[in-house]
């Protein structure tokens, strides 16, 4: 049975001011479970502000390619978190194979440095990796053939689609590796503007929940014209099944 997190990069503005209190509305809209970035900078925080308000972290978004991996896993083991993701290789790193292999690479030694402290790794797409193909393939799926067994993947599903990817067939070829959606929805612009609470945009948020149903569902704003606590509130109602 799948469940319903929030990422907080969602509400960084009103989280930088105010943790707790930022922690303490989303619990008010029915969330349990969180997705911090920046794992490391806000493990303080996190680790005792989390259980405060009954949330609980099992994913977290963290840089790991090129960076303190160290750090970072230690901070999610304070946190509680199961599996640390890479938010973000650049563009520039999916232009052609060798760089992809590369970046499957770095992953592949990171899970392994993590699995000693019982963690997982995992990587969340933007649109550039499906926008670049080779052989007729997506770069994101030339990728996920390169990761060992245990790296496991969170879509995006809103860049997915952005990059022109049909997102459930999408999801339906990636298959058990993916492990938790990002889900959000809107006019697929790719600087971000335009987004929408789940449902009201151009993403077929139902088939794709549908296409992985037993993945976490992390629902996430970039950018949000209106009250973001309130278009939280709508989408999570939305992907919990109360809207439908």
């Excluded at 303490?24 to 969330?31: E, S, V, Y």
């Excluded at 970072?72 to 199961?82: D, K, L, R, W």
């Excluded at 292999?101 to 963690?119: C, P």
């Excluded at 809107?186 to 948020?205: E, I, K, N, Y």
Aim: with cysteine; net charge negative.
């Amino acid at each position: 049975m799948s469940t319903t997190s929030v990422q907080l990069y969602s509400v960084r503005e009103a989280f930088a001011e105010d943790p707790a209190d930022t922690l303490a509305r989303l619990a008010g809209i029915g969330f349990t479970q969180v997705e911090p970035f920046g794992l490391a900078e806000h493990a303080e925080i996190l680790r005792t502000a989390l259980p405060e308000h009954g949330l609980t972290a099992p994913t977290a978004h963290a840089k790991l390619v090129g960076t303190d991996q160290d750090a970072v896993f230690a901070a999610a083991v304070a946190c509680g978190v199961g599996v640390v993701i890479d938010p973000y290789v650049p563009p520039e790193q999916w232009e052609n194979e060798a760089d992809v292999a590369a970046t499957a690479t770095a992953l592949n030694a990171a899970a392994k440095k993590a699995a000693d402290l019982g963690l997982a790794v995992g990587y969340h797409n933007h649109w550039w990796e499906l926008q670049n193909s080779f052989g007729g393939r997506s770069a994101l799926e030339v990728f996920a053939e390169l990761l060992d067994p245990e790296l496991v993947l969170e879509v995006d599903t809103y860049w997915a689609a952005a990059g022109g990817a049909d997102a459930p067939a999408l999801l339906d070829r990636l298959g058990d590796r993916v492990i938790a959606l990002h889900v959000k929805d809107g006019d697929l612009a790719t600087d971000a503007s335009g987004q929408v609470p789940a449902g009201q945009g151009r993403v077929p948020v139902a088939d794709v929940l549908a296409a992985s149903p037993d993945a976490l569902r992390v629902i996430e704003f970039d950018a949000y014209d209106g009250d973001m606590f309130e278009g939280l509130a709508t989408s999570y109602a939305y992907v919990t099944g109360a809207a439908r």
